[in-house]
C-alpha cells in the first residue's frame, strides 16, 4: 500500500491540552497520537494543533496567529501530498469577545472547507479527502473560563451545521460530541479517558474512508 498522509488541523484538543495540568498531553495520550499508534504502517499522522485557534477570525489578544485561515493554506502545501485532511475547529469561536452565532461559526468551518477543496494539495493535485468533525459540547460547570460563559447553547448547536456542511461538500463527518465530554475542570478540553475514546473512533473512521 502507498503511504498516506493524514493532516489533523485544528485547535487545543488536537495540541493536546491537558486540563488536568495544564500542559500538553503526551503523545500516546493525545487523540492524535493514538491515531499514529492505531493505525501503524502506512501512514504518516501530522499533528497540526494550536492552542486558541479560530475558524477565520483574527483574535485581538494575539494578533494574527491565531487564525485558522490564515495558515490554512501554507499547511496544506507543505504537507502535500495528504490524502486526508481532518478538520476540528470551532471551540475558540465560542469565547465571548468573538460574540458568534453557530451560524456563524459554521460559515467559517465552510470557509476553511472550501480552501482545502480548492488547494490542489492532494495527490497529484487533486483535492484531499476531508473529515470534518464537530467539536465537543461545553461542560456546564460553575467555574468555566470566563471567555466561554453562556457559551454552552450555541455550542450544542454546532454538531446540526457541522453535518449539513460536510453534507453538501461531500465531506466524511464526526460528531465528538457523541463520543467525548468536555472535561468537568475546566468545561472545555476532554481529558486523557476522553482522547483515548476519539482516537479510537477517529482510527475507525480512517479505516473506513482510507481503505
Known amino acids: 500500500m502507498t503511504e498516506k498522509t493524514i493532516l489533523c488541523y485544528g485547535d487545543s484538543i488536537t495540541w493536546g491540552y491537558d486540563p488536568a495540568k495544564p500542559d500538553r498531553m503526551k503523545t500516546n495520550e493525545r487523540w492524535t497520537g493514538l491515531v499514529k499508534k492505531g493505525l501503524f504502517g502506512g501512514y504518516t499522522v501530522i499533528e497540526e494543533g494550536l492552542n486558541g485557534r479560530t475558524t477565520v477570525w483574527d483574535d485581538p489578544l494575539y494578533q494574527e496567529c491565531k487564525n485558522g485561515l490564515k495558515y490554512l493554506k501554507p499547511c496544506l502545501h507543505t504537507h502535500k501530498p495528504i490524502d486526508l485532511c481532518i478538520l476540528l475547529l470551532g471551540t475558540n469561536d465560542l469565547k465571548k469577545r468573538f460574540s458568534l452565532s453557530a451560524l456563524e461559526i459554521s460559515r467559517g468551518i465552510t470557509v476553511l472547507v472550501e480552501v482545502i477543496k480548492k488547494s490542489g494539495s492532494g495527490p497529484d493535485g487533486t483535492a484531499p479527502k476531508i473529515l470534518l468533525m464537530a467539536p465537543p459540547h461545553l ?73
Open 139 to 211: 461542560t456546564l460547570i460553575e467555574n468555566i473560563s470566563e471567555e466561554f460563559k453562556d457559551s454552552y447553547d450555541v455550542s450544542c448547536k454546532l454538531s446540526e451545521y457541522y453535518a449539513k456542511i460536510a453534507e453538501d461538500n461531500n465531506c466524511e463527518f464526526l460528531d465528538t460530541s457523541k463520543i467525548i465530554v468536555a472535561s468537568e475542570l475546566d468545561g472545555v478540553h476532554p481529558d486523557v479517558g476522553e482522547h483515548l475514546k476519539l482516537g479510537k473512533a477517529v482510527q475507525e473512521k480512517i479505516k473506513d474512508i482510507m481503505e
